[in-house]
């Protein structure tokens, strides 16, 4: 089975939105996909009810998420770790323990446009307008990605 992790800062906004959107365009018997945040701010929690809101309003429930940390097992655990922003990427980098762990770790919006960096803004300091934004990237890239996961299963 593949599996793939989605990160952010608290794992409250961007990486829950992420996860439940790749949920949304995969066979989840055959590709496992999860979320945490380089913080531990929020472990446990539900998402940021934003978050949820933009989710539901495009068919997509959250309310079974649980806000944890990423942990160097999941290097091990995980075949793909997409990042939100330079930010998590750094966070995620610098507990890798080897190439192969490096490898693994990929900005998510590079699935749209490999010739930069992109960033998934925070939208935390947003009004809703800012997670419907974020979702709408979230979801152009999350289709790249299912798409070839869907060819690879």
Known sequence: MVKVLM??????????????ILKSKIDTNKIFIDSAG????????????????????HHID???QRCRKFTISDFDNFDFIY????SNYKDVIS???NE???TKVHYILNEINSN????????????????????????????????????NE
């Open 38 to 57: 380089t913080g531990g701010w929020h472990i446990g929690e539900l998402p940021d009810k934003r978050s949820i809101d933009v989710a539901k309003n």
């Open 7 to 20: 990160v952010c800062l608290g794992n409250i906004c961007r990486s829950p939105l992420a996860e439940g």
């Open 62 to 64: 959250l309310n079974s």
């Open 83 to 86: 990042v939100m922003d330079k």
């Open 100 to 102: 192969d762990d490096i």
């Open 95 to 97: 507990l890798a323990r």
């Open 116 to 151: 930069e960096i992109l960033e998934v803004p925070d939208p935390y300091y947003e009004g809703a307008s800012g997670f419907e934004i974020v979702f709408q990237m979230l979801d152009d890239a999350c289709e790249i990605i299912a798409d070839k996961l869907n060819k």
